[in-house]
């Protein structure tokens, strides 16, 4: 071998072994979920096993191990979570319990010792055999049972949609504050989750069109019933919705596959439009979405919409002449959801407004890009300012310094999480001017992508753009 050859060689060594230390081993540290699944529609149930191999990214040694039981939540009728109101909307057929019932757990090959915690068993505690190190792995095996309830909501069945929101066993967070262990709150989206690799084999019957986080592998049709391969890397849930009455209408946006699921005539093409614009213009003004495809869902929803990664519920009840403007508004917001929740995640308990705030401002920028800049400012001072003040002159406590638990109704989450979370942003946009705004939300969803972000962690990036420091600001928003 000549010495040229030597070195070329060389050079070809020093390359595969940096593009396998920057892509491959960082792959390796990303927790997989391996989920085998039977949907039975004559029951409405889901019998599963799942295998976690789950990597212990914390930088501590862990002796316990915890995962949310959210179907759990759907047990009794004291436990739900939703307000009194809600309950004709959510359970027009009247109530009937949904749960996930545990049948067996092994780590490692070995019978677990498990717990279920209160309240309503909706945690599952594993105490596992030997601690394990940071960086270390181990393999988790649940065999369980879903039963779906008859609610219009995030998990349960109406008459048209079986929606699969949350219903699996997943990982709770370790963070600086522990473990993070909380129920399924009535108000705003009480979940808060890690990102990990997915692949969800699910059988259901033939008749049933999917629509789901990840994308299609493999379809097998056998006996009246289909087997779907699905696989999802780096999310941070993974939920479907299914139905026999989908009709879906498809677009390629920026090389990403954009699907409308929808059930009434006439709205698949709207539907599409209006997603297909939403990532258009938050891939533009933000970054790219690094997910391959993006479905927008005609749901049996109670409530405007619901946002998982590469799928959004929405509302059936929007797709009507009446509601055309709000339903537009609603994917709008869903998909900024993609890029403030999805891709960059924060602790929904304790900082909805982060999420929300930044999802709702986005969706003004949305209004701003297509309808001008009048129509984005009338939304803002009729609905979001005039809303926010007529709730202060009734209220003394408008604090962003509350979790989940601490709300009482609809209206003063709303106000404070979603209203005033995108007042913060209007006024910061006004402060820093719209270049360095631009980049901030731009830096932030580039260092932050398939993180945990906090509030603090957003400062400093505003820091860090202006050259200033912004802390009185943001102060003087919080309390
Ligand atoms: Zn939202």
Not at 186 to 206: L, Q, T, W
Not at 282 to 307: A, R
Request: proline share 3%; charged share 25%.
């Amino acid at each position: 071998m000549d010495a040229k050859k030597k070195l070329l060689l060389g050079i070809l060594a020093v390359v595969v072994v940096v593009l396998f230390v920057y892509f491959v081993l960082p792959e390796k540290s990303v927790t997989t979920y391996f989920i085998e699944a039977k949907y039975n529609d004559e029951v409405k149930v889901v019998e599963a096993n799942q295998t976690v191999k789950y990597v212990n990214n914390t930088g501590s040694s862990l002796k316990e191990v915890y995962f949310h039981l959210y179907p759990n939540a759907f047990k009794s009728e004291t436990s739900l979570p939703f307000t009194k109101e809600e309950l004709s909307f959510v359970y027009p057929e009247g109530f009937e319990p949904g749960f996930i019932e545990i049948e067996k757990v092994t780590i490692n090959g070995l019978p677990a010792d498990y717990t279920l915690m209160e309240p309503n068993d909706e945690i599952l505690k594993l105490t596992l055999p030997r601690e394990i190190k940071k960086g270390e792995s181990i393999n988790i095996k649940i065999k369980y049972k879903v039963k779906i309830p008859p609610a219009k909501s995030r998990f349960g069945y109406g008459k048209n949609t079986v929606q699969l929101g949350n219903w699996y066993p997943v990982l709770s967070v370790y963070d600086k504050n522990g473990w993070n262990n909380d129920p399924y709150y009535i108000f705003g989206d009480p979940f808060y989750s890690d990102v990990a690799n997915y692949r969800v084999e699910i059988v259901v019957p033939e008749r049933f069109i999917v629509a789901s986080t990840g994308e299609e592998k493999e379809k097998k049709v056998e006996k009246g019933s289909k087997k779907l391969v699905l696989e999802a890397n780096k999310v941070r849930d993974f939920a479907i919705v299914m139905s026999d009455k989908f009709k879906v209408a498809e677009a390629t946006v920026d090389g990403i596959n954009i699907r409308s699921y929808y059930l009434t005539d006439g709205y698949g093409d709207k539907t599409l439009k209006f997603a297909s614009d939403a990532i258009r213009f938050y891939n533009e003004y933000i970054g790219k979405y690094p997910y391959k495809t993006y479905s927008v869902v005609e749901t049996d929803f109670y409530l405007g919409g619901m946002e998982y990664p590469q799928l959004v519920m929405i509302s059936k009840d929007l797709y009507n002449k009446a509601n055309l403007f709000n339903l537009e508004y609603v994917i709008a917001h869903e998909t900024a959801h993609q890029w403030w929740y999805a891709v960059v995640g924060n602790n929904q308990i304790r900082e909805s407004w982060l999420d929300e705030g930044l999802t709702e401002y986005s969706t003004l920028l949305y209004i701003e890009r297509y309808y001008g800049k009048a129509t984005a400012e009338e939304i803002y001072r009729l609905v979001i300012e005039r809303g926010f003040n007529k709730f202060l002159s009734n209220s003394l406590d408008t604090s962003f310094a509350k979790t989940l638990a601490d709300f009482k109704e609809w209206q003063e989450y709303t106000n404070i999480v979603y209203n005033k979370g995108a007042m913060v942003f209007y006024n910061l946009r006004k402060l820093i001017g719209e270049e360095n705004f631009r980049k901030v939300l731009q830096t932030y969803y580039e260092k932050y992508k398939y993180k945990i972000a906090t509030t603090q962690d957003l400062i400093d990036v505003v820091d860090s753009v202006t050259g200033k420091d912004t802390g009185g600001f943001f102060q003087s928003w919080f309390y």
